[in-house]
């Protein structure tokens, strides 16, 4: 199980669904134990349970709305309806991928495309950029595939076919144009993780070995009822201790890392080269772990949190309701 804790922790990873020990005092309350926690799981019983992302509202003294939206990379599609409601209300929403500079041009102008017209029904140039963004897309690929982004990329497919969940990139819709890619370039994330000396396998070594100590206090799952929801095909089940599972397991090995701190400082670079071009309404769009750091950066700009509001990733209530319907 620590070897399936160490997986589980890179899917968290790539994810950024990792909670950590919920705040106290008033505004703890007030907002769910936001932003200490950053993944909220409520339980009727150990079969109901749902398991949620917050969307956090600031405003500064000159009334422009900053929303930090947390994210989860596999959920149930309704999630993923109502996120893309949401951007639709920004002004601008700023978006995390590593390597996705190009990716809401491509969408734009695959949205366009007519295969029946000559050049698919772009003008010259735009068939030209659209020849160029194809490469860049390979280029990509190529790249992910040196360090374990590819694997993910698979491993999110068939862990969310396997759940009846979606995957966030069939989920979201990235071609409007008031998305600007906020995140570092492939190239950049390379870089900086050589300089760091960081490696996703070395981060999962970390993980595991800490799993091995005694003082180790995440939640301990159930081996022999998550084999048996595999073989009888238990989706629910298995979907209930996944959830619990990323609810109470919180490894701090990310805190100081390129995948957290590094990327949150791109982000805000981002942030404040668009925060003064008019924009009433900004959007940050980012897994869910990164939200603390970025809450504390926008504290520090002279935002102040307004409230928070919760949407449910994942979701085995209705499921239970309608098994005990059947047996009714």
Known sequence: MNILRGILFIFMLFSSALVAVAGSGRNAEEYGGYPATFLRLEADSPERQDLA??????????????????????????????????????????F?????????????????????????????????????????????????????????????????KALNLQAQMDGI???????????????????????????????????IMSSLKEEYCGY????????????TG???????????????????SLEDTVILKGRNAKCMEIFDQWKGKGARKIGIFYGAAHLPGLHAELLKRGYRLREVQWLTAWNTREQADGRDADQD
């Open 53 to 94: 992302t917050p969307v956090a509202s600031y405003v500064n003294d000159g009334g422009q709305e900053v929303r930090l939206i947390g994210a989860m990379h596999v959920a149930e599609p309704e999630y993923y309806d109502r996120l893309n409601k949401l951007f639709g209300q920004c002004d601008l929403l700023l």
């Open 96 to 160: 995390e991928m590593i390597g996705g500079e190009g990716l809401q041009r491509q969408e734009e102008l695959r949205s366009r495309i007519d295969r029946s017209k000559p050049l698919g029904g772009l003008t010259k140039e735009e068939a030209c950029e659209w020849n160029r963004l194809e490469a860049w897309e390979k280029e990509q690929r190529e790249e992910e595939s040196s360090f374990l982004l590819n694997w993910l990329g698979e491993a999110y497919k068939r862990f969310s």
């Open 173 to 207: 819709d990235y071609s409007p144009s008031h998305f600007v890619h906020a995140d570092m370039t492939m190239g950049e994330f390379r870089k900086a993780q050589e300089e760091k000396k960081e490696s996703f396998m070395g981060l999962m070594a970390k993980e």
């Open 220 to 231: 301990q799952p159930n081996q022999i009822k998550m084999a048996m929801d595999l073989i």
């Open 234 to 252: 238990n989706v629910s089940g298995l979907k209930n201790e996944l959830m619990r599972m990323l609810a109470y397991t919180s490894p701090d």
